[in-house]
């Protein structure tokens, strides 16, 4: 359904705006979560802020889903319902490599090491 307020003629202008308006969300992300900082806590806080984005991207890329189909089976009653076994230990992986590559990122701080 197209709403009154939206410029779009077509649902599939509609489509179009939405898939560019989240590939420029994620660009945006990706551009504030490489941004130099001299104020640490910024720093700490975006790259906080980009963590679970950049944990649904891998997610996405790796099982081979859509944004929707992402949020469909994370949705899901139970895990048992929606995914395989697989996909339960493909994730597990998937988050123990994020916290990996986020402590990692903490620990070059701690160092004084950023970017």
Request: glycine share 4%; with cysteine; aromatic share 10%.
């Amino acid at each position: 359904m197209i709403y009154n307020h939206t410029p779009f003629i077509n649902e599939n202008s509609l489509i179009l705006w939405i898939v560019v308006n989240y590939n420029l969300k994620s660009y945006c992300m990706k551009k504030i979560e490489t941004s130099a900082s001299d104020n640490i806590l910024k720093e700490i806080h975006l790259k906080l802020i980009a963590f679970p984005n950049e944990f649904k991207d891998k997610v996405g890329q790796e099982c081979n889903w859509s944004m929707p189909t992402y949020y469909r089976k994370m949705k899901a009653e139970t895990s048992a319902s929606s995914l395989s076994n697989a996909e339960r230990e493909k994730i597990v992986a998937l988050l123990g490599e994020s916290l990996a590559e986020l402590q990692g990122y903490f620990s070059n701080i701690n160092n004084g090491k950023t970017n």
